[in-house]
């Protein structure tokens, strides 16, 4: 089946607005729809009671004050940490659950791509854990996108939630890009802004897929990319991109 349309803006925040905020939080959600965003980009994993939280790395060091793996913790546990990170000055920022963040874009209505994120094993439980909490909030109206560089965790979500766009994400294009996609039913394509081509942009949308590139922090990045038939770009800094390309 030929991909339908994609369903992001220009500019999506990544992780919200992360080189100005704690990432993969409130703060950083917020500060991106301040901003002008209206598309941001978590990642989300699980605890070891299957709570989803947004996070992106396996480890709690980097981005918080806890240790450990994300899904050796309990929801309690994670809620009790600073996920601040770097930028002291939102000290006391929490780790957030999805539900948070998920209640937040939806008060202030903006897109999202959700990045399935799973600690490897835990791949068709993340899956499921988030798809449910999108299932039941999720308004039909607001732009969604569930995204992963897991093809187990897409599955699922393929299976769980099939009327919700998907894109399956990698670093550089694979050879059996197209047999994947369609075998995944996803309408979009996510790759490292980096590894790309001309020849494949061209290839991918003359598919028809939607086509994002992440992270593109520099203007001059975000332009040739945009020439080359990109849809639209990951960026940490949706402040600077927004001013220099409209979002839609
Ligand atoms: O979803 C695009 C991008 O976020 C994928 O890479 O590692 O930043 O989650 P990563
Ligand atoms: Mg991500």
């Known amino acids: 089946m030929?991909?339908?349309?994609?369903?992001?803006?220009?500019?999506?925040?990544h992780r919200g607005a992360s080189a100005d905020a704690p990432e993969n939080t409130l703060s950083a959600l917020n500060l991106a729809i301040e901003y002008g965003a209206n598309c941001v980009e978590v990642d989300a994993m699980i605890s070891k009671d299957g709570v989803a939280f947004l996070h992106h790395?396996?480890?709690?060091e980097r981005c918080t004050n806890g240790r450990g793996y994300v899904c050796a913790a309990s929801a309690s546990e994670l809620d009790a940490l600073d996920a601040s990170g770097k930028h002291t000055q939102f000290a006391g920022e929490p780790l957030p659950r999805l539900s948070a963040a998920l209640d937040l874009l939806i008060e202030k209505k903006t897109g999202l791509n959700l990045e399935i994120k799973p600690t490897p094993g835990l791949e068709q439980a993340t899956a499921a854990a988030?798809?449910?909490e999108l299932e039941a909030t999720w308004p039909s109206e607001l732009p969604l996108i569930i995204s992963s560089f897991s093809k187990?965790?897409?599955?699922v979500a393929q299976a769980l939630l099939p009327n919700a766009q998907r894109a399956l994400i990698t670093c550089a294009v694979p050879p059996?890009?197209?047999n994947t996609l369609k075998a995944l039913e996803c309408t979009n394509f996510h790759m490292a802004a980096e590894l790309l081509n001309e020849t494949d942009a061209k290839a991918i949308k003359a598919a028809g897929y939607g086509l994002y590139c992440y992270t593109v922090n520099e203007v001059s990045q975000a332009h040739r990319l945009l020439g080359m038939g990109?849809?639209?770009?990951?960026t940490d800094k949706p402040k600077l991109l927004l001013n220099e390309i409209s979002a839609t």
């Open 2 to 13: 030929a991909p339908s349309s994609n369903n992001l803006s220009r500019v999506v925040a």
């Open 57 to 60: 790395d396996d480890g709690l």
């Open 130 to 132: 988030v798809v449910a």
């Open 152 to 155: 187990d965790a897409l599955e």
């Open 176 to 178: 059996d890009w197209e």
């Open 230 to 234: 990109v849809d639209g770009v990951f």
